[in-house]
């Protein structure tokens, strides 16, 4: 009897289940989720499936954002290195001012004796160095490109009117970019984003020795002024042989770093020409005026040198500052557009989702 019990309940168990073709599928009432399913499924809530294409904006989305963070801490750094240049520039002034004074104090005690000297005399130019100054790094938008366009342009200028040229390249990527195209280059020197005097002094030793030497008849120095946080100008001006009346009539400019309602600034300013310093007749120099004034020549060369390195190097790093800020704001637009596509691409996953629900329902009526 008990034998006939159990094979009866397995009859009625079995015949629950229906045999169908394999590719078909028969879908059964569901029992009532709060007699049979566990606490646990009753109170989860139901998860989105996203398709791939979610997916892989949503992974987009946070590699953008992390750029961003990226972009925006360059742009931090690069700001407080212009303050530590323009720090720079402020520390050398009083040293500029006190040699243009004995300078022009010693000019006008010579009178015209000063011409006599070889770091004044104009002679006939038959080849000139070009001293290109350009960084070592990228990511600072035209910076570099504006440069090696203006060196080269100058090159090719001097070429046509019959005169020889070199260059002495300072930054690698000048350097990198003469030297693939074989441009006679007769020195390199690397353009660090702190420069002191003891490299400007190597530079100087190479074109002083240059000209003296009679290798070369003029030295034209390019370097990018410094005009603003979104502004510098590519500038030639001449280095050797130098001007009196340059020397001692020419004054200086100086940049101020602001942040004036919560935005980076830059005020320029315009500096008077150092007063001549007053020698009396009855004085007695211990050497002779025109080596006094000789060696000051080569101190002259070396502040200007160093002062365009720092203006070179502040122009560099405010390019560097734009360039990583417009790099935010491209940023944070694309992370904008990417949001929209990914909400839609969710949006549509959802309905998808919606429409297979009511199909299935609607195939059980």
């Known amino acids: 009897m008990k034998f006939l019990c159990v094979a009866a309940a397995l009859v009625a168990t079995t015949s629950a289940f229906t045999t169908v073709p394999s590719h078909q599928t028969v879908l059964a009432p569901a029992a009532p989720a709060d007699v049979f399913a566990p606490a646990t499924h009753r109170t989860r809530r139901s998860t989105i499936v996203m398709d791939g294409k979610a997916n892989a904006i949503r992974d987009r989305i946070t590699s953008v954002n992390n750029t961003k963070k990226i972009t925006s801490a360059m742009k931090l750094v690069a700001a407080a290195k212009v303050r530590r240049a323009q720090d720079a520039v402020l520390a050398t002034r009083p040293f500029s001012e006190t040699l243009q004074s004995v300078f022009g104090g010693l000019i006008q005690r010579l009178g015209g004796e000063a011409v006599d000297l070889p770091l004044l005399t104009q002679r006939e130019v038959n080849k000139v160095t070009l001293v290109v100054i350009t960084g070592d790094r990228g990511?600072?938008?035209?910076?570099?490109?504006?440069?090696?366009?203006k060196a080269e342009a100058r090159f090719n200028e001097l070429k046509a009117q019959g005169i020889e040229a070199?260059?002495?390249?300072?930054?690698?990527?000048?350097a990198s970019y003469f030297q693939r195209r074989e441009f006679p280059i007769r020195a390199i020197y690397d353009c660090t984003q702190n420069p002191d005097s003891k490299q400007a002094l190597g530079i100087s030793e190479e074109i002083i020795n240059s000209f003296?030497?009679?290798?070369?008849?003029?030295?034209?120095?390019?370097?990018?002024?410094?005009?603003?946080?979104?502004?510098?100008t590519p500038s030639v001006r001449t280095l050797v042989p130098f001007s009196a009346s340059e020397i001692t009539n020419k004054g200086d400019e100086v940049f101020q770093l602001t942040s004036a309602g919560g935005d980076f600034g830059v005020e320029r300013k315009e500096l008077d020409v150092a007063e001549p310093q007053e020698f009396p007749n009855d004085m007695i120099f211990e050497q002779d005026p025109l080596q006094i004034v000789n060696s000051i020549l080569p101190l002259y060369l070396n502040g200007q040198i160093l002062r365009t390195l720092q203006e070179s190097v502040a122009s560099e790093l405010a390019a560097r500052m734009q360039s990583m800020q417009s790099a935010s704001d491209n940023a944070s637009a694309l992370a904008k557009t990417l949001s929209q596509e990914y909400n839609r691409a969710r949006q549509a996953a959802v309905t998808q989702e919606l429409l297979e629900i009511v199909a299935g329902a609607a195939a059980l009526e």
Do not use: Q
């Open 139 to 149: 990511l600072c938008g035209g910076y570099n490109s504006f440069m090696i366009k």
């Open 166 to 174: 070199d260059m002495i390249l300072i930054g690698k990527k000048g």
């Open 212 to 232: 003296l030497a009679g290798e070369t008849d003029a030295v034209e120095l390019l370097y990018t002024k410094f005009v603003s946080l979104i502004s510098s």
